[in-house]
């Protein structure tokens, strides 16, 4: 069935550092892939998303490219902020645009 | 943005007892919601799949009489765990599919 594997938290970065959470996926078909942010006390927000392959999903400054030939979805940022801290996880679709298959999530902690 | 609600919160319940969650889309219409369950440090794992004036459609290895699923509105499902025992003990997130697919908070239930 569907997976996906995310790399193990808690990434520990000073403000303004360059991250990289890891991202791999096994799905039958062509999924789409997802990030989502979980804030503190609060639900998950889509932060991007890339329904084919090479493209590259964006925003707020966070990017990740749907690498087929790698099953990869890597997420990065050029410079992290304290506000940037919060659960992140790495998701896929094959069943049509409602169900969703989610990583096990990867915590940011992001100091001063 | 899109926001859903899940109260309670929180929830101390006795084993034996039943004890109902809902989770409603709070400016939008929602026709499907869904129901995850996420133990400590693990993914979220899609429980069911709700939908307005239908029957819910359960996972594999999710029992239907212990979680029932209600979805009587376009603005709110509930989830009624049934006869509760230390091990339903967990956090529950809904989601309500509108453009995309929008989280409520959770609900951590703890069955003593």
């Known amino acids: 069935g569907d997976s996906v594997t995310q790399m193990e938290g808690p990434v520990t970065l000073s403000e303004e550092a360059f991250l990289t959470i890891n991202c791999t996926y096994t799905?039958?078909?062509?999924?789409?892939l997802f990030w989502y942010v979980q804030y503190p006390g609060e639900g998950l927000q889509l932060l991007l998303k890339a329904t084919k392959a090479d493209d590259k999903g964006s925003n707020k400054g966070f990017e990740a490219t749907y690498r087929k030939e790698t099953t990869s979805f890597h997420l990065e940022k050029g410079s992290v902020q304290v506000s940037d801290s919060a659960v992140y996880f790495c998701?896929?679709?094959?069943?049509?645009?409602?169900?969703?298959?989610f990583g096990k999530g990867t915590m940011l902690l992001v100091s001063p | 943005g899109a926001v859903v609600s899940q109260h309670p919160s929180w929830v101390i319940c006795k084993s034996g007892t039943s004890v109902k969650i809902e989770c409603r889309s709070l400016d939008f219409q929602a026709t499907t919601m869904f129901w995850y369950r996420q133990f400590p440090k693990q993914s979220l794992m899609l429980m069911a799949t709700s939908n307005e004036g239908s029957k819910a459609t359960y996972e594999q290895g999710v029992e239907k009489d212990k979680f029932l699923i209600n979805h009587a509105s376009l603005t709110l499902s509930t989830l009624t765990v049934t006869s509760a025992h230390p091990e339903d003990s967990s956090f529950y997130i809904c989601s309500a599919r509108g453009y995309e697919q929008y989280f409520g908070p959770g609900t951590r239930l703890t069955v003593t």
């Open positions: 998701a896929l679709n094959t069943r049509g645009y409602s169900t969703l298959t």
């Open positions: 799905a039958t078909g062509y999924p789409s």
